[in-house]
């Protein structure tokens, strides 16, 4: 009997794993960490900034955040994604739903908290934050472009939160901030014709939807072509060391990624073009490190007190 509850506890832990995306959350810290060190403090020395007590209590703040946006998400689109995912909806629901809420409450708690320690500024930015994420999963992801950019959006905030702790308003950073939007906008117009059936099955009134699947295509399209923008300015303009050649791989690969996507009809090929954004985002955190590779080839330097 202790071994049959032993197995549930543990596969309940997976689920509220599997609701929160756990598997992103390692990506999200290490994007954090690596902007701090590579783009909005270049002066201080690394080890100083990975040892500062105040921007890991941000960077935590933000994945409790995150967790929960994720889990309220799931609370609201249970009945959409049991139509469009039912083998991961089945996961997710071995944690009920009343529960979901308590851990919600919870990680929002603990946030504020936290970041009260960093500073009352602080704390009202991720009240808002939290605010904004409950928003957007109760009311504006059911309309059409306004829920895809406020999804972007929230996305991309968690690093304000850092810019705000340095207070480095450099127009590089706004730069990487818009090439980041632009493939999260991408990505979640993606995700809507993934989930269509979903969609339509719970009133839900997003771009091909509403205005259908050519449309969408037509705006993923110039959303994709829009990205050679940010890239050109940050090429051109400022010094990203050998993260050019990021950039430039990343506008090959959406190339054909348009080209697929006009091929594209069922969910699995959405679901293959979904992947291929998520590979360019998370490959872009791991490439920031291209900026000033020395960082990494003279550690020794950073244990020097």
């Given at each position: 009997m202790l071994k049959r509850k032993s197995k549930l506890l543990l596969m309940k832990i997976f689920s509220l794993f599997s609701v929160v995306r756990g598997?992103?959350?390692?990506i999200i810290v290490l994007a954090q960490y690596l902007s701090s060190i590579f783009i909005l403090d270049k002066e201080r020395r690394t080890l100083?900034?990975?040892?500062?007590?105040?921007?890991?209590?941000?960077?935590?703040?933000?994945?409790?955040?995150?967790?929960s946006g994720y889990i309220i998400n799931s609370f609201y689109d249970s009945a959409k994604d049991l139509i469009?995912?039912?083998?991961?909806?089945?996961?997710?629901?071995?944690?009920s739903q009343k529960t979901?809420?308590?851990?919600y409450f919870g990680l929002n708690f603990l946030a504020a908290a936290l970041a009260f320690i960093v500073s009352w500024r602080a704390s009202l930015f991720f009240s808002v934050y939290i605010f904004l994420i409950w928003f957007y999963s109760h009311k504006l992801k059911k309309y059409p472009i306004v829920g895809n950019l406020t999804a972007s959006l929230l996305?991309?905030?968690?690093?304000?939160?850092?810019?705000?702790?340095?207070?480095?308003?450099y127009p590089e950073i706004f730069a990487h901030a818009s090439f980041l939007f632009l493939l999260i906008l991408i990505?979640?117009?993606?995700?809507?014709?993934?989930?269509?059936?979903?969609?339509?099955a719970n009133d839900y009134q997003t771009i091909p939807v509403r205005f259908g699947i050519k449309v969408s295509k037509n705006m993923i399209t110039l959303l994709t072509f829009l990205t050679i923008?940010?890239?050109?300015?940050?090429?051109?303009?400022?010094?990203?060391?050998y993260m050019d050649i990021y950039f430039y791989v990343s506008l090959m690969v959406l190339v054909f990624f348009c080209i697929k996507l006009w091929k594209s009809e069922t969910q699995n090929d959405y679901l293959e073009l979904h992947n291929i954004l998520k590979t360019?985002?998370?490959?872009?955190?791991?490439?920031?490190?291209?900026?000033?590779?020395?960082?990494?080839?003279?550690?020794?330097?950073l244990l020097k007190f």
């Open positions: 598997y992103n959350i390692p100083d900034i990975i040892l500062d007590w105040r921007l890991f209590i941000i960077v935590f703040v933000s994945t409790l955040t995150i967790a469009n995912r039912p083998k991961k909806s089945m996961l997710d629901r071995l944690v979901k809420l308590q851990v996305a991309v905030l968690p690093f304000f939160g850092i810019l705000l702790y340095f207070k480095n308003f990505r979640e117009m993606i995700k809507d014709l993934e989930n269509i059936k979903g969609d339509i923008i940010p890239v050109y300015v940050l090429i051109e303009k400022y010094d990203v060391g360019i985002i998370v490959a872009g955190v791991f490439s920031i490190v291209l900026i000033d590779p020395s960082v990494l080839l003279h550690g020794k330097t």
